[in-house]
């Protein structure tokens, strides 16, 4: 189960600790959007009873690789609405992820609603290969966005450029509801959609220099949700790439993330 993977101890220096396997390795390091759920649920544990996490701002300093790490958590405000807490996972003493999360009340009305066709039952359940990663998710795909996803993974070269934008239902392995932590690690599973942009077989690697994490609503009895991903900014080195996630069912904005990263070559 996910909510195993991101289990939080306590430390005898009063710090927050977790040990990461293996199982969520990009290339050798921890990918960074399991590493935000971890951030998250480290804040939630500390920061609960000022109310929900409203937004989140993460900084990668430095890889994360298998093992221990612990998380240090502290509240920098607290006002009559909002409260700001500063966050940090280390590894080895050395600084690798920084965080900044503002903690309220989730506003219950004017839900935004996207506009879109929920057609999951119609898609197709794809296992994606290679990264052991990908096999503690499901993804359905559309047709179309199928054929850009194996496009942009190097299986299959379609005869247009594809549009650099895709629709991914995902689900975690097992019979798991969808969390907020949840929502962070998703964000971040897709392969890079700069990928889409660049010559077929791109070999690049995409590290996150910062996400920007703004939360709309909670996810409710959710064992998949919609993740819509639109290419940004690509100026050949430096990529924005925004996703939002959707309720598939009431169509309601649970969750945008703005993911900022730096092409690099393997």
């Given at each position: 189960?996910?909510?195993?993977?991101?289990?939080?101890?306590?430390?005898?220096?009063?710090?927050?600790?977790?040990?990461?396997?293996?199982?969520?390795?990009?290339?050798?390091?921890?990918?960074?959007?399991?590493?935000?759920?971890?951030?998250?649920?480290?804040?939630?544990?500390?920061?609960?009873?000022?109310?929900?996490?409203?937004?989140?701002?993460?900084?990668?300093?430095?890889?994360?690789?298998?093992?221990?790490?612990?998380?240090?958590?502290?509240?920098?405000?607290?006002?009559?609405?909002?409260?700001?807490?500063?966050?940090?996972?280390?590894?080895?003493?050395?600084?690798?992820?920084?965080?900044?999360?503002?903690?309220?009340?989730?506003?219950?009305?004017?839900?935004?609603?996207?506009?879109?066709?929920?057609?999951?039952?119609?898609?197709?359940?794809?296992?994606?290969?290679?990264?052991?990663?990908?096999?503690?998710?499901?993804?359905?795909?559309?047709?179309?966005?199928?054929?850009?996803?194996?496009?942009?993974?190097?299986?299959?070269?379609?005869?247009?450029?594809?549009?650099?934008?895709?629709?991914?239902?995902?689900?975690?392995?097992?019979?798991?509801?969808?969390?907020?932590?949840?929502?962070?690690?998703?964000?971040?599973?897709?392969?890079?959609?700069?990928?889409?942009?660049?010559?077929?077989?791109?070999?690049?690697?995409?590290?996150?220099?910062?996400?920007?994490?703004?939360?709309?609503?909670?996810p409710k009895d959710l064992l998949w949700v919609l993740c819509i991903l639109?290419?940004?900014?690509?100026?050949?080195?430096?990529v924005t790439e925004e996703c939002n996630i959707y309720d598939p069912n009431?169509?309601?904005?649970?969750?945008t993330t703005t993911q900022h990263g730096l092409r690099t070559k393997l």
């Open positions: 189960m996910f909510k195993d993977y991101i289990k939080l101890g306590i430390s005898d220096t009063d710090f927050l600790t977790c040990h990461l396997n293996g199982d969520f390795l990009v290339l050798q390091a921890a990918n960074g959007g399991f590493l935000m759920a971890l951030l998250l649920a480290s804040l939630k544990t500390v920061g609960s009873k000022n109310g929900d996490c409203l937004s989140l701002q993460c900084a990668f300093l430095h890889s994360c690789k298998p093992g221990p790490v612990q998380i240090r958590v502290h509240l920098e405000k607290k006002g009559r609405e909002l409260s700001w807490y500063t966050c940090c996972i280390f590894q080895n003493e050395r600084k690798c992820l920084l965080g900044t999360a503002v903690f309220g009340r989730l506003a219950t009305e004017n839900a935004i609603r996207g506009n879109f066709d929920s057609c999951i039952d119609s898609c197709v359940v794809f296992k994606p290969p290679e990264r052991p990663f990908w096999q503690r998710y499901q993804f359905k795909f559309s047709e179309t966005d199928l054929a850009t996803w194996k496009h942009m993974s190097g299986v299959e070269k379609l005869p247009h450029p594809p549009v650099p934008s895709l629709s991914i239902f995902m689900a975690h392995e097992d019979e798991e509801y969808v969390t907020e932590e949840s929502m962070l690690a998703f964000c971040d599973a897709a392969i890079p959609l700069v990928k889409a942009a660049t010559e077929f077989g791109d070999m690049s690697w995409v590290p996150s220099l910062f996400f920007d994490v703004k939360f709309h609503a909670k639109n290419l940004k900014t690509n100026d050949g080195k430096y009431s169509k309601q904005l649970l969750c």
